[in-house]
């Protein structure tokens, strides 16, 4: 019974967690006690069938019987709204670093419900499922959103203007669009765009006034003056404002007062005309007997409410201008007449709905006088109006925006509340109390420390105990603390608490306001490491075109140097010679030049780059066996590999990488150790964020190589990778091993990243794309000649034209020669149809290599053009070979690549 009772007491604490780590991990519990969970759990064998389900699959209309011993994928169409989200679901299982995922799930009774689910892998590679159903959130959510939405809208289609102001100099920060109509614009946007300040609509004295009443008030309320629009027109206005020092900025709702203060105008105009009665009589006089029966009806009054005299006289005022069925007029009509006889002052000014013969409905203001004949009896009454129906409508339109503006504030997203000096809760709008899922008469009066926001603890009671105190002394208080909202989670709050002071000084409210910022935070974090990250790529692409510009030049030289050896060559080939060992030094020194600068434009994203499909397992074997000797036996080499798809690359390129690598780690393990060869498949989701930068949702082998070295500091790791860094001693390293290794890897499209710390070795992890292409066999190139073609050469360098051209003429070619592309384009034009093939320099002077090919096709669409340039293709030459170029040469090259390139176009 004791274990009954606990089981049945750890299902409540789930239960009133709600949340799916409160589960204890279904693949350590008996598969009895599955049931008693009210999550969705499922035991699936490495096949795909289903073992066990517990019984909670009958809340969805389905029954475990039903289910145990199918297929999971059998099952699929019926249980999942979209079979392709069940199959990602089901293969990321297979992964122990599988995350929750949510799923739209298809009930018995055909209803789409939400979960979130999360697997679990046993030791004997069965799978447990536990899904819990998020419906009811998800649906409040959407509900969210479609009130945020909502009141959005209100606020930007408010009728009042509302703006916000920079202290300093008036200018405006933002406003809706009804502030936007009130000073003459379109919309909002074309205010803003304007530059127009709140001083240009001020008379300076006026301005001056306004703010200093708001610095010493803190806020006023229908302050009225005037604006003088952009387009000259004068506009009576009333201000609501608050001024917030501490921000520089004032907001503030603007009333157009304009056709009030006409109407009040015109009030006085009537009233004026009554006092003028005998001579002017243009205000509603009428004269009515003691039984409502009009007796005078002034010429005003007739046109006014379209009667003429003869309709008019002797008829009553009820159902004429009175309407007959209005129970605060016509049904007390006869009361309001004896009431006025007994207390005339009572009704001597009143205000009531009148009615035109046309039906339209008239708001008038009424000035009411009891008639006494020469007995001093009364006879009747003398009534002065004047029309108010356009002051009524504005008081009604003024009404319905003010309940519109309320509305906004009690339903805004952030906290807003009202305390009493002492600090007691008087008030808390909607967002408030929603958000701990009180109701308000539950809370008010109390002390707002006590109040259910600040439950999380003690401490952040006290510092809101604080800062009442504080407020109470004048200050205005911010700071950031946390909320414990009505699901028990804390969300982080941006705080603030002001005190309202009235005119005397004294201070009559507390005013506490809050907005949750843990959204916002995560947000910021998560833009600080991708500010770092963007940084650093930002700062290696600036170094890579520096190492890339200077191994442009050097491959320049050495194309010199390698076609003048070449020519040596020629003329000494006498083996054994000093001349013809001198030349085989040349061409020695510069192929190690040429790897040098292979290195750094590695680094730079270009080199000579031939991709293929590659085996990364085979490239790791063959580099180890090949550097087998480098390694101490004391230092072990350990691999563990995957099945792993091919990756499309560069293989010598990869070779190179694998190298520096292990070299790195070699000289990390002075006195021995492990490095461990890892290669697996990363499969990164396809939601848009893969975690690394750059990287795009999809198929990936990591290759990892972890030692067990000194390891790396911070500011070790955030330089690794600039060329020419090293950590070795003088001499012992060219600091190029790293770049180059960086470099080649970003040209791959893929990324890397290192883990390390001092004293704890080393990790480099290499993500690199996967393809479906199979390697191709290579075909060795032949050596061919030329047959007497002409070949056009324009290159600046005048060795490097003069060493083409003889390495040419060498193998049966013609040579003509151009020192720019404009040279070259006169050649071309006067030799068109003798020119076989133009030879054309990236990097020139004026005309570079791209706007030269592009000259030469307006010339001839059909002209054959091979690139040449110490850059690599993909860096620079991208536009040339998308205008259709027929090849490119990097240099430095041999003379062989060279007549092979030129026959290959040729003969095309």
Known sequence: MAEKKQITEDKGINRDNGRMESISHPAFAPESVLNIFDDVIVKIDP??????????????????????????????????????????NIKKSRYKDSQSTELRFKSGEGGIRYFESKQFETSERNIYAVNREITERRIAEQKLKESEDKYRNLFENALVAIFRTRIADGKILSANDAGAKLLGFRNTESILRSGITMKDLHLDQDREDLMKLLKDNGEIRGYETRYILPNGEIKDVSLSLKIFPDKGIIEGFVIDDTRRKESERKLRLSEEKYRELVENANSIILRMDVDGNVTFFNEYAQNFFGYSLKEIIGRNVLDTIVPLNEEKTGKNLFEFVEEFLIDPVKYENMENENVKKNGERVWIAWTNKIIYNEDNKIVGFLCVGNDQ?????????????????????????????????????????????????????????????????????????????????????????????????????????????????????????????????????????????????????????????????????????????????????????????????AVGIIVDCVERASKLTKQLLGFAKGGEFNPTPLDLNKAINRVLKISDKIFDKKVKIKKEFQKIPYVYADCSQIDQVITNIIINARDAMPSGGDLTAKTELINFDGNGKTGLMNLDPGDYVRMSFTDTGTGMSNEV????????????????????????????????????????????????????????????????????????????????????????????????????????????????????????????????????????????????????????????????????????????????????????????????
């Open 47 to 88: 096949n795909g069938k289903i073992i066990t389900i517990n019984n909670a699959v009958r809340q969805y209309g389905y029954e475990p019987v039903d289910l145990v011993g199918r297929s999971i994928f059998d099952i699929m169409k019926s249980l999942y709204s979209c079979r392709e989200e069940a199959l990602l």
């Open 389 to 581: 129906t356009e002051r009524k409508n504005a008081e009604r339109e003024l009404y319905s925006t003010q309940k519109k503006l309320e509305a906004i504030v009690n339903n805004a997203f952030q906290f807003t509340g009202l305390l009493s000096p002492e600090g007691s809760l008087l008030m808390a709008n909607q967002t408030a109390i929603d958000f701990i899922g009180k109701p308000l008469e539950e809370i008010q009066g109390k002390p707002f420390w006590e109040t259910p926001w600040w439950d999380v603890s003690d401490d952040v009671k006290n510092r809101i105990k604080n800062a009442v105190m504080r407020a109470r002394a004048g200050d205005h208080v911010q700071f950031e603390t946390v909320h414990q909202d009505k699901q028990n989670k804390l969300q982080n709050i941006k705080f603030s608490l002001r005190p309202i002071i009235n005119e005397e000084g004294k201070i009559i409210y507390l005013v506490p306001e809050g907005r949750v910022i843990t959204e916002e935070k995560k947000t910021e974090e998560e833009n600080r490491k991708l500010e770092r990250q963007l940084f650093h790529a930002q700062k290696m692409e600036s170094i890579g075109r520096l190492a890339g510009g200077i191994a442009h030049d050097f491959n320049n030289i050495l194309t010199s140097i390698l076609g003048y050896a070449h020519l040596l060559g020629m003329k000494f080939n006498e083996e054994g010679s000093i001349e013809n060992n």
């Open 717 to 908: 790791k955030e330089k690794i990778f600039e060329p020419f860094y090293t950590t070795k001693g003088e001499g012992k390293g060219t600091g190029l091993g790293l770049a180059t290794t960086y470099g080649i890897i970003k040209n791959h499209k893929g990324e890397i990243t290192v883990i390390s710390k001092p004293g704890e070795g080393t990790t480099f992890n290499f993500y690199l794309p996967v393809t479906e292409e199979l390697p191709k066999t290579k075909i060795p190139l032949p050596d061919v000649s030329g047959s007497n073609e002409t070949i056009l050469i324009i290159d600046d360098e005048e060795k490097i034209r003069y060493v083409l051209g003889k390495q040419l003429e060498s193998r049966g070619y013609k040579v003509l020669e151009a020192k720019s592309g404009k040279m070259g384009l006169e050649l071309y034009k006067d030799n068109m149809k003798s020119i076989g093939l133009v030879l054309i320099d990236m990097i020139m002077p004026g005309i570079d290599g791209n706007e030269t090919y592009k000259e030469l096709k307006e010339l001839n669409p059909d002209v054959k053009a091979v690139l040449i340039s110490g850059y690599s293709a993909e860096e620079r030459a991208e536009e040339a070979i998308d205008s259709g170029i027929n090849g490119f040469l990097q240099k430095p090259f041999s003379l062989r690549d060279l007549t092979k390139t030129i026959s290959d176009v040729i003969h095309k």
